[in-house]
């Protein structure tokens, strides 16, 4: 009995063993970094160049991209469809709606943003 206890005692302590180093030689997690250039941080003294509002060419959907890093979407007689803050790496542009949904969309010069299958103006 006391043999068979041994054995058993070894190889539990070999599994967790084995476990504990499993775990350390593991991946760490993924994390999301945003990376950002200092000029284009929407929170910065200077607003980004892309501040400001934007709007289809038939009015119908105007977003506000604030120097806060906030943005507010209006949608026909709908004020404030969608809000929710925004993030700008180079010419391209991150939203985290307040509600969870993400989208994402690239300024394809000074003037013109591409964005969820839209194109959006500078609103001069």
């Known amino acids: 009995?006391?043999?068979?206890l041994s054995v058993t005692l070894a190889a539990a302590s070999a599994l967790a063993l084995?476990?504990?180093s499993a775990q350390r030689d593991a991946a760490p997690p993924r994390t999301a970094i945003i990376v950002q250039e200092p000029s284009m941080t929407p929170t910065s003294q200077t607003a980004h160049p892309y501040v400001g509002m934007w709007v289809t060419a038939d009015g119908h959907i105007r977003q506000e991209l604030t120097s806060d890093g906030r943005y507010d979407e209006a949608r026909g007689t709908?004020?404030?469809a969608y809000t929710g803050r925004y993030t700008v790496?180079?010419?391209?542009?991150?939203?985290v709606d307040d509600t969870g949904f993400t989208a994402d969309g690239v300024f394809v010069d000074a003037d013109t943003l591409h964005h969820g299958g839209m194109i959006f103006y500078r609103e001069r």
């Open 1 to 4: 009995m006391k043999g068979s």
């Open 18 to 20: 084995a476990a504990c």
């Open 78 to 80: 709908r004020k404030s």
């Open 89 to 95: 790496t180079g010419n391209k542009i991150d939203y």
